[in-house]
Structures are given as C-alpha cells and as structure tokens.
C-alpha cells in the first residue's frame, strides 16, 4: 500500500507527537507498505517520499515563542499536498492543526480511505491563550476540529479511552473509534544503570514533559521544598519549554538546584533506570507515553488525580496518587515513598508487570489492522456505517487502554 502520513510538527524526536508519528511510519514500512510523509520539517527536503510544505511565520515574537517550545508549524501547501495524496491508497493525520485539516477534506474530495489520530486535547491549545479553564470555550475547539477533520474520517485512533469519552461527550457524536495505545518501544525496558558521579547520595526524581501549564512542574518544585527529603533531594526535569525561566526562578531556593535539561531518547531511558522516583504531575494528559516509559522500567510512578489526565488510571492504587496542583499532598505521597523502600519495590514490580499491554509492537499491530479494516470498509460497503472496534481483552482492568506528549 501506499499510505500518506500527515503531521504538522514532524521534526526531531523529542516531543510524544514526533515520536509517536516516527514509531509508526517505521512499522508501516517494515510491514512494506511504501509510506509518503507530508510535513514542514525543512530538513527532509528532497529525501524519497517526504513531501516537505513550508513553515508557517506569525511574525518574530511569536515565531520564538513557537520555536521555544520545540517545534515548527506547517503552512498549508495545496499542491504538495496534491502531490502527496496523487495515488495514495490510505492517508492518515495525526494533529488537527492547518496542514491535517486541510488535506483530511482534500483526501475526502478524493475518495481515499482516511484516518486521523487524535493526539491534542483542546486545553494544549487554550492553554496558551490563558483560557484553559474555560469549559465552553474549550468544548467550542473540539467541535471546530470535529467539523474540519474527524468528521470525514472513515476511523479514528484515540490512544486511550478517556480522551475518547472527553470528545464523544463535548461533540455529542459517536465516532467511528479505535482505541490503541500509542504504546512503549521495546528498547525502553528496565536494566542496571548507576547514578553517575555526583547523584549517588542522591534521591533523585525524575518528571519528562515540556515545560507549561498543562504538565504542572511546578507543583512538583513546591512539593521537593516541603519534603522532609529535601536536602538529599535530587530533582530532573527533562524537557523545554516556555516556562523555563519562570520554572528556574520557582526552584532557586532548593538545597540542591534541579537539573533543567532536554535528554536524546538513549539518554533519558538512562536517567529513568537510575532515578528512585518518577512523578508525573500533569492537570491535562490523553495518554502520557513518558508515565507509560517509566512504568515500563519499573518505576515507582506518582501521578496526579486529575480528571482531565488519564493518566491516574496507570497508579496502582491511591497510594501512588496525589491531589492534582496540590504541592503538600505530593509531598507527602514523595515522603511516603522514600520512607517504605521495600513496599515501594513490591510496586515496582507491580509496575513493571503492568507494562506488557503496552507493548508497541503489539499496539502497531492494531494500527495496521485498523487500516486494514478501514481500507476494506471503505472500498466494499460504501454506504455502511462503520461500527466501532473494540479488543477487551488488550485493557487495562481500569482505564480501557491498549497495551505513550512531549512530552
């Protein structure tokens, strides 16, 4: 087959969106399907089936502010999206941003089996216009993308049952759903690494996500300035982000100053061996590949209670929740923790055992039958509603999750 990938913000990988789109254009070529990328990374120009459209300007300030955050926006192309979609048995999007909308109507016009991911809640974006907490007009996003993207779509991937019942219930529609994890690589896995020089006394906590609002690090901060620990408290927050100064600012008042740094992907399955701690402190989450990596190395994994996160579902119990932008009750759940070594171990093993469902290749696996399923849906009964997929047996006992931003 020939399938076009859309996505956006294609670049390095060091966000969940680049790294989930990567994991699956690799597996859709390993299975020999021949897959045309079309994105705004400048740096593919001229490589065989990247279809490359220019970057979007909203002028000097905004454009550094864009490009803080690590990432590049698409401007819509017409005609290198004719060019990707000439031919093209499948197409699929993974972010309903300009460059996904427009060529999910164009895919549409034509005919072409068509499938999107959904990868952005609407508090990531309102986030950034200081309107996240404002119910309608975060319900008004969903339904815009809703009508411009995933209403055309022949199946739609949401990485976890929460975010499905979130855009379901906003846009009163039922849509034609795919539940499937985004899931875990096979590298990222629980091995012996010791701490380097210098963090061997340590605690150390780890939390990975970019640095804003929705990723709450800086209930994190407060929490490691009450803990009782805090002298021996080591605290790495791995990512970038716009609140990096605000961020180190917060922090100058610890004993031992936090590690503020963006890690490769080897570097960063290092650091999750050798931390005593992870946290995930996120208010707004649809899946978290970055919890889900540490988990999948065994980690004493602390998340919050969030509604809007799903992550919650992944704790093993209460005990490893704490009250969502409360740096006093993570502060206790931290404490408790670090003073019960040899039940925090029996979690992670818990943890540990947890993880099988999230395999990627397993998870892959389902994304190809998807296609597949849609393909054949699309071609041979036109007129048919498409019914909605479901594999109980690839849940997760609380969350309805298979088996994942940005960080």
């Known amino acids: 087959m020939i399938i076009t990938v859309v996505c956006d913000i294609l670049g390095e990988e060091n966000n969940g969106t680049a790294v989930v789109t990567m994991n699956l254009i690799r597996h859709l070529k390993s299975e020999g399907n021949t897959v045309r990328i079309l994105c705004a990374d400048q740096s593919k120009k001229g490589l065989d089936n990247y279809y490359v459209v220019p970057n979007k300007s909203f002028g000097k300030a905004l454009d550094k502010l864009v490009s803080k955050v690590g990432v590049s ?69 969903y339904k815009y993308i809703y009508k411009h993207l995933y209403r055309y779509c022949d199946g739609i991937h949401y990485p976890t049952q929460f975010i499905r019942n979130v855009f379901e219930s906003r846009t009163k529609k039922q849509t034609p759903a795919y539940v499937i994890s985004n899931g875990v ?39 490691i300035s009450r ?25 100058k008042d610890l004993p031992i100053q936090p590690i ?50 799903a992550t919650k579902d992944f704790a093993i119990d209460g005990k490893c929740i704490f009250k969502h932008k409360n740096s006093k009750d993570l502060a206790r759940v931290i404490d408790y923790w670090i003073e019960h070594p040899i039940e925090r171990a029996e979690y992670e093993n818990k943890y540990l055992a947890s993880s099988a469902v999230y395999r990627q290749e397993d998870c892959m696996q389902r994304m190809s039958a998807m296609i597949a399923e849609v393909d054949n849906k699309k071609r041979n009964v036109k007129e048919q509603e498409l019914p909605i997929l479901l594999v109980p047996q690839y849940y997760s006992e609380n969350t309805d999750v298979f088996g994942y931003n940005a960080a």
């Open 73 to 141: 926006l698409a401007k819509v192309d017409k005609s290198v999206i004719a060019k990707a979609l000439d031919g093209a048995d499948h197409v699929h999007i993974m972010l309903p941003l300009g460059l996904g909308l427009a060529t999910a109507k164009m895919a549409h016009e034509m005919n072409i089996p068509l499938t999107a991911g959904f990868h952005m809640q609407a508090e990531n974006l309102t986030s950034y216009v200081g309107l996240k907490k404002i119910r309608p007009v975060n319900t008004l996003v």
């Open 185 to 223: 690589h096979s590298y990222v896995q629980k091995r012996n690494v010791e701490k380097p020089d210098g963090l061997k006394d340590k605690i150390v906590i780890l939390s990975i996500g970019r640095y804003s609002g929705e990723k709450s690090q800086d209930t994190l901060i407060k929490a």
């Open 227 to 251: 803990s009782a620990y805090k002298d021996r408290i080591q605290l790495i927050l791995a990512g970038q982000g716009l609140k990096d100064k605000k961020y180190k600012q917060l922090a």
């Open 260 to 309: 503020f740094k963006l890690y490769s992907r080897n570097e960063i399955i290092d650091v999750l061996n050798y931390c005593d701690l992870y946290v995930h402190p996120a208010v707004d989450e649809l899946e978290g590949i970055a919890c889900l990596e540490g988990i999948a190395c065994g980690k004493m994994t602390i998340v919050s209670d969030s509604q809007n996160s």
